[in-house]
């Protein structure tokens, strides 16, 4: 077997401390990045929200599939020391280019957002994650496995310790970094222009992970190194086939019946390997329902995201962004594994309640379904404060006073008269019922033309009744993102030209507008060149305003605000409910359903089980791009609704295949054949009536 003796610590191999170190490392390389993708394909490529999801789905999918991958080189060739070292440096190499790949300034001529850069962006991301994927996916299945190696055979209770102590590494991993890169993202960096520091999100994960695969080598003298024994899924596929072909053989002719399909393979493979296979198949047949569960919980990284940036992230002393309350999840499944091991589940016994494993699974579908709920629940929330804004055949009015007295509006036929001071709120009007708004100071009357652009808002700015001006607004939705639209009203005598926060606002004439900008929450520095400056009020998540800039001299800036859209209202701990149901529901399903496939699975074949669990997540991904891509929804919470329904339904499907389902105990049906193995070896050399009488050739055996 080619094996090394690890040196022991408190009566563990030295070994797994690396191993430990390596999976802390590696998990905190790719939830890091993970976190920060969906935004960063919003934000940085510039994608819609569907195709962001999509292709976040994908990727996630892809890192699913490709374990297979790695279990079969480990298993056939490399074995899994080697394998994990080649594919963490094709990983680490993924993360380098993810991170050369949002580098703004990536050629001088270019910097400036033109297609060829955008292309060389997208490009390179691609190639960036594809390596991601094939690194984690392939090291996924080996790295547990090769801790476990580790001990010997009287250290179990040693082995079961490491698997908790390794999932608490994935877990302490994953909420560190959850925290730490969208810190890093809303940095500022650049050369040629400011933007998020998405080079630093996704460098810092790159970094850990090439200190994963150094701290693994380091322990390479340490490690106990199984060599591949061949490639059990090719033993088992061929088995499975040759059953199915001389089944379809013997179809019409007259063959004594056999239980079970697969014994059809009696023919040419032993029996011990078709009980092996069988106890699989039963395993393997359960998880087909699965993926649905999966489907649902990784949307936290994709549409519970973006459901978080139409929320407000204030928690007082703290401000949270979008992409941070995944963190909620990591948080929360730190402090629920010890909760539910050392209360729950001893309570649910002493109760007398028979909690098998499949029953656990059945509850945990169902609490994610409650999660999704939940989430449509807070979306119809948000929906209530959302701005309503007009429809192809409408237009939508406000009046901004930007003078020192109070004017009158009136909508002559409409029946509607408003005393305006400062901002008269949108109104609204059908196409075929155009406006004629007369504008009053004291006695003095203006009447603005009819110059309205069907499905649009306008703003109409009156300093006096001599200086009105109508603006056409850009927006025709609430900002996405979580970002503030600014734009400014040059009020002074002369052109200028506005930086805030390092973006401009360049040349705006008297009297006349800027478009919008987007900008993060807080305060900005608004400055005007060459001239003043001052700090902008608190930008809270998901407003506009209209900065109408009234005095800049020797004493600073002054202008009035008005705001086009209030700031989201509905708090990002609205969220909380379903992530605790969500992460409740991940407690007793994907923890007891590791737990399960292992225990239910033959000696030989867990590696085979293991790919097939994996393959589980990796259609969960691809159900969410199925349903979502072909659903197009009109209200979210509606896709809230559905995948809850779908995983309600599956969860009673698969508590039906639970109740018919009888455990096995592998060990012991693998040592009745090695008992009888031994049995037969006794017969050809001699009598076995007698074991304390062994014939000669049998005595000078070595034993």
């Not at 029996?271 to 106890?279: A, D, F, G, N, P």
């Not at 629920?336 to 050392?342: F, G, Q, R, S, T």
Request: glycine share 6%; aromatic share 12%; charged share 15%.
């Amino acid at each position: 077997m080619g094996t090394t003796k690890s040196p022991s610590f408190l009566g563990y191999p030295v070994s797994i401390f690396f191993i430990i170190v390596n999976e802390f490392c590696e998990r905190f390389s790719y939830y890091g990045m993970r976190a920060i993708l969906v935004l960063y394909f919003q934000r940085f490529l510039g994608w819609n929200d569907d195709l962001s999801t999509a292709i976040y789905h994908t990727f996630v999918a892809l890192c699913y599939l490709t374990p297979i991958l790695g279990a079969l080189i480990a298993d056939s060739w490399l074995g899994k020391f080697k394998t994990i070292i080649s594919l963490s440096i094709v990983y680490t190499l993924g993360q380098v280019v993810t991170a050369i790949s949002s580098i703004n300034d990536l050629s001088d001529a270019n910097h400036d957002g033109s297609p060829d850069t955008i292309a060389l962006h997208i490009t390179l991301s691609m190639v960036g994650l594809v390596l991601i994927a094939f690194g984690t996916g392939g090291i996924k299945p080996c790295v547990s496995a090769f801790g476990g190696d580790q001990f010997e055979e009287n250290q179990e209770k040693q082995r079961n310790r490491f698997f908790s102590i390794f999932y608490l590494a994935i877990n302490a991993g994953s909420l560190i970094s959850t925290i730490i890169t969208p810190i890093l993202r809303v940095q500022e960096c650049g050369i040629h222009s400011k933007q998020a520091c998405y080079p630093l999100a996704f460098g810092v994960p790159a970094a850990l992970m090439a200190v994963a695969l150094f701290v693994f080598i380091i322990g390479s003298s340490m490690y106990k190194k199984v060599q591949p024994q061949g490639n059990i899924m090719s033993k088992v596929a061929n088995c499975i086939g040759f059953a199915i072909k001389n089944r379809f053989k013997h179809r019409s002719k007259e063959f004594p019946k056999r239980k079970h399909w697969l014994d059809w393979a009696k023919e040419k493979y032993d029996e011990r390997l078709i009980t092996q296979i069988k106890m699989a198949v039963k395993v393997m047949f359960l998880f087909i329902p699965l993926p649905m569960f999966w489907a649902l919980f990784d949307q936290q990284g994709s549409r519970w995201t973006l459901q978080a940036t139409t929320m407000n992230g204030n928690f007082g002393a703290i401000e949270i962004q979008p992409d941070q309350m995944q963190t909620v999840n990591a948080i929360l499944i730190v402090i629920m594994v010890p909760i539910v091991d050392a209360m729950v589940y001893p309570l649910i016994a002493k109760c007398g309640f028979n909690f098998t494993s499949l029953k656990k699974m059945t509850v945990g579908m169902f609490l994610a379904s409650m999660a999704f709920v939940a989430a449509a629940i807070v979306q119809v929330e948000i929906d209530k404060t959302l701005p309503v804004f007009p429809t192809e055949n409408q237009i939508q009015v406000q009046v901004l006073n930007v003078g020192n007295e109070s004017l009158n509006v009136s909508f002559p036929g409409h029946g509607m008269d408003l005393h305006v001071n400062e901002s008269s709120g949108f109104w609204t009007s059908e196409i075929n019922s155009p406006p004629n708004i007369n504008i009053s100071y004291g006695q003095q009357q203006y009447t603005v033309p009819n110059n309205f652009e069907n499905g649009y808002r306008h703003s109409i700015l009156a300093w006096d009744i001599s200086n009105i001006v109508v603006l056409k607004d850009s927006l025709k939705s609430k900002p996405e993102k979580g970002e503030n639209g600014i734009r400014f009203v040059n009020g002074l005598d002369q052109t200028i030209t506005v930086n805030m926060d390092g973006k401009l606002y360049e040349n705006i004439t008297s009297y006349n507008a800027s478009d919008y900008e987007f900008f993060t929450s807080g305060t900005k520095t608004i400055q005007i060149l060459g001239g003043c400056e001052r700090r902008s009020p608190k930008l809270e998540f998901g407003s506009a305003y209209t900065y109408v800039i009234t005095k800049c001299d020797a004493d600073g800036l002054e202008f009035k605000s008005f705001a086009d859209i209030p700031p989201n209202t509905v708090n990002m701990a609205f969220q909380i409910p379903q992530y605790f149901l969500l992460t409740c529901g991940e407690v007793v399903f994907s923890i007891t359903g590791l737990e399960f496939s292992y225990s239910q699975a033959p000696s030989n074949m867990k590696s085979v089980l293991q790919a097939g669990w994996l393959l589980t997540v990796a259609f969960g991904n691809i159900i969410v791009l199925i349903v979502a891509g072909a659903g197009q929804f009109g209200e979210q919470w509606a896709e809230y609704i559905i995948f809850a329904s779908l995983l309600l339904v599956v969860c009673f499907i698969f508590a039906i295949m639970a109740y018919f389902y009888t455990y096995v105990n592998p060990t012991e049906i693998e040592a009745q054949f090695d008992n009888d193995d031994k049995t037969k070896k006794l017969e050809k050399v001699g009598d076995v009536s007698d074991p304390y009488e062994k014939p000669e050739s049998f005595s000078q055996t070595k034993m």
